[in-house]
């Protein structure tokens, strides 16, 4: 916890407001709470403003005239948030062995395991060799997790999951704030990962915890081997994808969604329920129910855009062509 003067001296804003309220953690702009900071990073968030109930809010100065609340100014909000995200981050507790305060109601554990701190375990699950649970994580009943599986910190996983050899639940996001000089900043990543029931993840499988809010696997999920599941992702139930897939952050698939091997959703992009994407295409818009399919040869952005353009365009030129060729014959 911090008191909002020290957060400003931090991230060096300027303070307009209750220099002594208590900030107890980060979130978005639409669930945080009194105790709370969150940011606004530009106009193009304005609308999220007059229903701020935030203790205090991370703006530029030309938003500074709607906020309903504190208000830490600076000229780029995004570079402040990542610096702010490090003060809030729960750093891990290493630990050789399992510790005393771990709940294990399981008996078929590897000895070489490491469990930290406050990690609940259910019944009849099956943890193999090498395999790390980092503190504070929950496990369901009649997990099977095998070898070299990592479970970073407070994570949770369901009833009746499967974790292949190698998968990595709760790795840190990739999220990185530009400044000036041309020199990158971390974002640190405060959500987790919350895995439902019935789900199978392959191996090798990463999925990264998210920035503010959890990334969901719900319920009946199933990963192939060497999927990649970035922040703030959400997989609705009983959605399906094929090995070596790329899932940017922050995008959401609805249920019973296929997605073909090699495919790659490019991040805040939003699938419905029953979508099905054929192996090795490349999703960059919001897809209704359907079956898609997109690749092209890769080229010069500009040019890509101009030909993707006339691509789309070829049936309703076919179509012209064709009319016009029977209005010549009947001449």
């Known amino acids: 916890m911090y008191i ?20 107890n953690s980060l979130a978005t702009s639409f669930n945080a709470q009194k105790d709370q900071l969150t940011y606004v990073a530009s106009n193009k968030y304005k609308s999220d403003l007059p229903t701020l109930t935030a203790g205090a809010v991370i703006i530029t100065k030309d938003l500074l005239k709607d906020c309903p609340t504190n208000a830490l100014v600076v ?12 003060y809030f981050k729960q750093p891990p507790t290493y630990f050789d062995g399992v510790h005393t305060s771990a709940q294990i109601n399981s008996k078929n554990i590897a000895k070489n395991c490491t469990i930290g701190a406050h990690v609940r375990i259910g019944k009849d699950c099956t943890i193999g060799a ?14 099977i ?3 070299n599986v990592t479970v970073l910190q407070n994570c949770t996983i369901g009833n009746n999951v499967s974790l292949s050899a190698g998968v990595v639940i709760g790795s840190e996001g990739f ?9 990158w900043h971390t974002i640190a990543h405060l959500g987790n990962v919350v895995i439902g029931n019935d789900v199978a993840i392959g191996a090798n499988t990463v999925i990264d915890r998210g920035t503010l809010e959890d990334t969901q696997i719900h319920n009946g999920v199933r ?9 703030n992702v959400s997989l609705g139930e009983n959605t399906a994808i094929a090995a070596g897939v790329t899932i940017g952050g922050s995008v959401t698939l609805g249920r019973r969604c296929q997605i073909g091997g090699g495919a790659v959703i490019a991040s805040h ?42 691509l789309l365009k070829l049936d309703k030129i076919t179509q012209y062509l064709n009319i016009q060729l029977k209005h010549l014959k009947g001449r």
């Open 269 to 310: 992009i939003h699938l419905a329920d029953d979508v099905v994407i054929t192996g090795a295409s490349t999703v960059d818009k919001h897809l209704d129910k359907g079956r898609y399919t997109g690749f092209t040869s890769i080229s010069p952005h500009s040019d890509w855009k101009r030909t993707q353009i006339w």
């Open 175 to 183: 999220g990185n704030a530009l400044d000036s000089q041309g020199h």
């Open 130 to 143: 090498n395999t790390v649970i980092e503190q504070g994580v929950t496990i369901g009943n009649n997990v």
């Open 223 to 231: 990963l192939d081997n060497l999927v990649h599941i970035a922040h």
């Open 75 to 86: 000229d780029d909000v995004y570079l402040a948030f990542a610096q702010i995200t490090h």
């Open 145 to 147: 997790i095998q070898p």
């Open 4 to 23: 909002l003067k020290d957060i400003a001296t931090f991230i060096d804003a300027e303070l307009i407001g209750d220099a002594s309220i208590k900030i």
